[in-house]
Antibody, heavy 120, light 110 residues
Framework: QITLKESGPTLVKPTQTLTLTCSFS??????????VGWIRQPPGKALEWLALIYWSDDKEYSPSLKSRLAITKDSSTNQVVLTMANLDPVDTATYYC????????????WGPGILVTVSS | QSALTQPASVSGSPGQSITISCTGTSRDIGVYNYVSWYQQHPGKAPKLIIY???NRPSGVSSRFSGSKSAYTASLTISGLQTEDEADYYCASYTTSNTYVFGGGTKVTAL
């Protein structure tokens, strides 16, 4: 059974850098084709794809946020870390990590999400 | 990249069929059969219900079906039930090797 869980600060000040960790089990990021993605959802708004890291360490980022994002993985501890720089109140959202199966183009399952509030 | 276009809301009576549209461009839906749909109940994480346009994961009700024509994908819920009341999001892989989601559709069973 695949499970993922997000962790990190729930309150961050504007201009600070956010670091979120996705801890997962039930699959390996050493397996060919596997990936872990991050998606966020501001309160009452739509989902927004942020980033994806593959087993190969290839990375993809949302074009609109690319300059502020970094995604890394630690396959030995089954964790993926997303950092977002220069936070603004509009970055307040629930952040989800999700599993991408081998050679697939969808996300399943997702973690429960973590609500991050950006406020001074 | 712009979000895929979905209607804000769709409603129907229990037992009826409803269809949610998802319109993209030549950079996403128009070139790939990599459309997925997610169901999200309030306060919960999204759940995959359709992948690769029309495939259902194991355990997902057969009342959910997907299709695609040109730049528009569609999700149909047959025999609408009150438990189907939720937000639904489409997503597509893009020619930039990224993903884009739709704006979401709130489904109400009247």
């Amino acid at each position: 059974q695949i499970t993922l869980k997000e962790s990190g600060p729930t309150l961050v000040k504007p201009t600070q850098t956010l670091t979120l960790t996705c801890s997962f089990s039930g699959f390996s990021l050493r397996s060919n084709g596997v990936g872990v993605g991050w998606i966020r959802q501001p309160p009452g708004k739509a989902l927004e794809w942020l980033a994806l890291i593959y087993w190969s360490d290839d990375k993809e980022y949302s074009p609109s946020l690319k300059s502020r994002l970094a995604i890394t993985k630690d396959s030995s501890t089954n964790q993926v870390v997303l950092t977002m720089a220069n936070l603004d109140p509009v970055d307040t959202a629930t952040y989800y990590c999700a599993h991408r199966r081998q050679r697939s183009y969808w996300f399943d399952p997702w973690g429960p999400g973590i609500l991050v509030t950006v406020s001074s | 990249q712009s979000a895929l276009t979905q209607p804000a809301s769709v409603s129907g009576s229990p037992g009826q069929s409803i269809t949610i549209s998802c319109t993209g461009t030549s950079r996403d839906i128009g070139v790939y059969n990599y459309v997925s749909w997610y169901q999200q109940h309030p306060g919960k994480a999204p759940k995959l219900i359709i992948y690769d346009v029309s495939n259902r994961p194991s355990g997902v009700s057969s009342r959910f079906s997907g299709s695609k024509s040109a730049y528009t994908a569609s999700l149909t819920i047959s025999g609408l039930q009150t438990e189907d009341e939720a937000d639904y999001y489409c997503a597509s892989y893009t020619t930039s090797n990224t993903y884009v989601f739709g704006g979401g559709t709130k489904v109400t069973a009247l």
